[in-house]
């Protein structure tokens, strides 16, 4: 079935440094998400992007809708302790939301 | 600042047992979901309600899960006879619009069959 790819699957990175991680698809998507999960809690949606080419900043967060439509970056600046977690991308198809395999952000201050 | 709220935040059950997860979804929004995360893994789609049925469903949501919304504020996911691999964290999600975007999620409901 349809499915989201994302990498890398994990980073380690000192505070302070930029980061950056994609999401890839086979199929087009029309809107990407991308979401932060904390440990033991639900995921937070952090930007949604709804046009091909669409770059959006959220703070220190930016995420782009790339040109093909099969696939998106998130980048995170001057990253610190609290970035860390699970970012996870995601996509509606047909009455869903579906969701990558995520990559996990460890900083080290 | 409207939120999803998932009742119990931990609950354990004896495996054969039945379970029935709540969740408040934000009022105005007429897209709800339930989905899965097993420890350590990904979110995984059950199912999404729309209109007072059900508008679509995955593969692991078979004859053992239902939903339902009882009234105008709650939404519930059952599981019948629950395994041990059932065991997972459960998250109810809410969307405003036909488009299915932005979808909202609560806090979780950590189940743990035993």
């Known amino acids: 079935g349809q499915q989201l790819n994302q990498s890398p699957q994990s980073m380690f990175i000192q505070e302070g440094e930029d980061v950056s991680m994609n999401c890839t698809s086979s199929?087009?998507?029309?809107?990407w998400l991308w979401y932060k999960q904390d440990p033991g809690e639900g995921p937070v949606l952090l930007i949604a992007l709804y046009k091909a080419g669409e770059l959006t900043s959220n703070g220190r967060l930016t995420a782009q809708f790339g040109i093909t439509r099969k696939d998106s970056f998130l980048n995170i600046s001057a990253s610190i302790p609290s970035d860390v977690g699970i970012y996870f991308c995601?996509?509606?198809?047909?009455?869903?939301?579906?969701f990558g395999p995520g990559t996990s952000l460890s900083v080290i201050p | 600042e409207p939120e999803v709220t998932q009742t119990p935040s931990h609950q354990v059950t004896q495996m054969g047992q039945e379970v029935i997860l709540r969740c408040v979804p934000i009022s105005n929004h007429l897209y709800f979901y339930w989905y899965r995360q097993i420890l350590g893994q990904k979110v995984e789609f059950l199912v999404s309600f729309y209109n007072n049925e059900i508008s679509e469903k995955s593969e692991i949501f078979d004859d053992q899960f239902s939903v339902e919304r009882p009234d105008g504020s709650n939404f519930t996911l059952k599981i019948r006879s629950t395994k041990l691999e059932d065991s997972a964290m459960y998250f109810c999600?809410?969307?405003?619009?036909?488009?299915?975007?932005?979808?909202?999620f609560g806090q979780g409901t950590r189940l743990t069959v035993v």
């Open positions: 999600a809410s969307s405003g619009g036909r488009l299915n975007t932005e979808a909202f």
């Open positions: 995601a996509g509606p198809l047909g009455d869903k939301v579906i």
């Open positions: 199929s087009i998507f029309n809107t």
